[in-house]
């Protein structure tokens, strides 16, 4: 969509190229996601674990449908518990190819439990597969994963997430928590950044 049909912050008026999919588009869409995790786990203790930075507004946004939905549906509700864990692997617009866990609780409580790890964005694939790994380890009862994103990506390894928002075209997002160097988080609407945003806040 044209950015003249949106309110851009003045801040990031010259950096955007277009918005690619408006805040009340991805509300709606996390509300259907909610209701098929909802269904899917039952009455069953679920962990539900969020990637930092990026996953912050779709995690907290996608909790509390989870939550709306276990008050208002009587017969059953899905009790949750929260956890964090943050991982590197960009700078500027490409992935420097090594992803660190650079904090997030003690993995120790998804041991034997449900876990849903929610992320941003799966772009090659490399990350959601080193932190399906590293959760292994700690042998939780089963693992599945909602990403609001997923690129077709030609350099993906293949990694499809159990829940998906949106698959999107081969190009830099930012926005709803997504960054660009730490940019662009506090942007409502997911946008692709245009060059002069990428000259602007490059390192
Ligand atoms: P992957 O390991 O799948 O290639 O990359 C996953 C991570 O790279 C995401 O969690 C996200 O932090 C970052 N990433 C990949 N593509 C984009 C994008 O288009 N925009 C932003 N802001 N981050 C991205
Ligand atoms: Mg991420
Ligand atoms: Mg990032």
């Known amino acids: 969509y044209s950015l003249d049909s949106f309110c851009i912050p003045k801040h990031y008026e010259d950096d955007l190229e ?30 539900a674990i969020c990637v930092l930075k990026g996953g912050y507004k779709f995690y907290t946004d996608l909790i509390d449908k989870i939550n709306s939905l276990n008050r ?12 964090f864990i943050r991982l590197r692997s960009y700078q500027n617009d490409k992935s420097v190819g090594t992803i660190e866990v650079i904090g997030g609780d003690n993995m120790e409580s998804v041991k034997g439990k449900n876990v ?3 992320e941003d964005i799966i772009d090659t694939g490399r990350t959601m597969m080193k932190l399906l790994g590293l959760l292994e380890e700690f042998q939780p009862k089963c693992v599945k994963v909602a990403s609001l994103l997923l690129k077709r990506q030609p350099a993906s390894n293949g990694y ?22 730490e940019r662009f988080r506090d942007l409502h609407h997911i946008c692709v950044v245009n060059n002069n945003g990428i000259n602007k806040y490059k390192v």
């Open 18 to 47: 277009s918005v690619l999919i408006p805040y009340g588009v991805i509300h709606d869409r996390i509300e259907r996601i909610a209701k098929d995790i909802f269904t899917d786990f039952g009455k069953e203790p679920l962990v």
């Open 72 to 83: 208002n549906q009587g017969e059953r509700s899905v009790p949750l518990s929260v956890d």
């Open 116 to 118: 849903l790890v929610v």
């Open 160 to 181: 499809i997430p159990e829940y998906c928002g949106f698959e999107i075209p081969d190009k830099f997002v930012v926005g709803y928590a997504l960054d660009f160097n």
